[in-house]
């Protein structure tokens, strides 16, 4: 009994011992480890190590993983002097884990630090871009310089800056109706703009339209005339030649087709019965 007793205490010793000098990485932390407050070495692949039992060396644990920063919602003025309540978010990594130990220590203070860094840059390139601009034109192009500028102030203190976005940009309750009214207002004079060259236009091409149509009913009545008169004059010559030889037929035709046409039965015409246009009827009489 006693042997056993004897045996599960020293299992104990040995656990504690190995527990004093034995640590281990995992896959996503990094290890400083300090000797008497001063830093001796940064382990940053995954194992199991050794180091000098506490108090004699320490083991500081810090994130490998990507970090998330969240900023309070806050007003940022643009360019033309609008306000903006704007709410960003940022991703971040501790890199340099014995900077950032020195520096910071925790990522409370990083968080704090991230805070004055990313709200400072925004509101310095956000200055310089018109509401419109970061609401909608060139909102990607001012989060990646934002990013970037981050990024470089932030390495100072061992974190790298990955992404910074806008995740809510709203206007102020009281600006929101004037800025509304005069958006819809631009909209307005823009949509009239393009009606009225939308109309210049459409005057332009019936113009030009009515232009070709007026030229080529003209051309085509000039062509039918000249069919007309040819047609006409081949006629006139046709009829020519044939009653050239029977005059007297033709006469009385003509006559007759004058007949059809100056009377019918209930015509009545006073005229000597002696005249030539009678001459054809006196023998009927």
């Known amino acids: ?3 056993v007793i004897g045996i599960l205490i020293g299992f104990f010793v040995v656990v504690f011992a190995a527990n004093l000098v034995f640590f281990k990485v995992l896959e996503y932390t990094q290890v400083v480890v300090t000797q008497f407050g001063e830093p001796v070495r940064t382990i940053t692949e995954p194992g ?4 000098l039992p506490d108090p004699i060396q320490r083991v500081t644990i810090f994130d490998k993983r990507m970090l998330d ?5 806050n007003p940022i003025y643009t360019k033309d002097k609008k306000i903006l309540i704007l709410d960003n978010y940022a991703r971040w990594r501790i890199v340099e884990p014995l900077l950032f130990m020195q520096a910071l220590r925790t990522e409370q203070e990083a968080l704090a630090r991230l805070d004055d860094i990313v709200f400072s840059e925004l509101r310095k390139e956000l200055g310089q871009h018109d509401l419109v601009d970061v609401v909608s034109k060139n909102r990607a192009a001012i989060m990646q310089l934002v990013t970037e500028r981050s990024d470089v102030a932030a390495r100072q203190f061992g974190i790298s800056v990955v992404d910074v976005r806008v995740k809510r940009a709203d ?7 004037a800025v509304f009214n005069r ?3 631009e909209r307005a004079r823009e949509a009239k703009t393009y009606r009225s060259e939308g109309e210049e236009q459409a005057l332009n091409i019936r113009a030009e339209t009515d232009l070709q149509a007026a030229t080529i009913a003209a051309e085509a009545y000039e062509t039918s005339q000249r069919f007309r008169g040819e047609g006409d004059a ?5 009829y020519a030649a044939a009653y050239r030889n029977a005059e007297d037929f033709y006469e009385f035709t003509r006559t007759l087709e004058a007949y059809g046409k100056a009377l019918d039965e209930n015509t009545v015409l006073v005229m000597p019965m002696d005249t030539d246009f009678f001459k054809y009827l006196q023998g009927l009489q």
């Open 48 to 51: 199991l190590y050794m180091k």
């Open 183 to 185: 958006m819809r207002a």
């Open 234 to 238: 081949d006629a006139l010559r046709i």
């Open 171 to 177: 206007l102020p309750p009281e600006n929101e109706t």
């Open 1 to 3: 009994m006693r042997g």
């Open 69 to 73: 920063y969240d900023a309070d919602a």
